[in-house]
């Protein structure tokens, strides 16, 4: 799906409320460029927008709606990926499902973008680990 562009109709209905982006939760001004799809995630500034692919806005979309908060909430240089991988794996127990491995993933996922870290960066960052 395509991206529709939307620019905001400096009209005074809109006085009463401020709208904020869907991903980062930063306070969109009057006249700013915004952009939605459907009505999957709502409203999504031109940063984060240009910043990430259409599935990785649907997908931050839908963890903040699961679980809550928004893009960059917490300071990025409190964030270690390797860090995180291995107090998930610490979790895992051996003869547990596979279902338990995607919940971590997910879990996993969902602090780093908490953190202000894309999805595509998480996977360049898995890339690299493996690598090792």
Do not use: W
């Not at 259409?54 to 893009?71: H, I, P, V």
């Amino acid at each position: 799906m395509e991206i529709n562009s939307i620019v905001k109709d400096p009209t005074p209905h809109f006085t009463h409320e401020t709208i904020k982006c869907g991903i980062c939760r930063t306070e969109l001004q009057r006249g700013a460029s915004i952009y939605q799809e459907g009505l999957s995630f709502g409203i999504v500034c031109e940063k984060c927008y240009k910043n990430n692919s259409s599935d990785d806005l649907e997908l931050m979309a839908n963890l903040f709606l699961a679980y809550g908060g928004y893009f960059g909430m917490k300071k990025r240089s409190e964030f270690s990926l390797y860090k995180e991988i291995k107090k998930l794996t610490a979790k895992i127990q051996p003869g547990k499902t596979p279902d338990s491995l995607i919940s971590l993933n997910i879990k996993m996922l969902h602090r780093a973008v908490l953190y202000g870290v894309t999805p595509q960066e998480v996977i360049l960052g898995l890339k690299i680990l493996i690598e090792e």
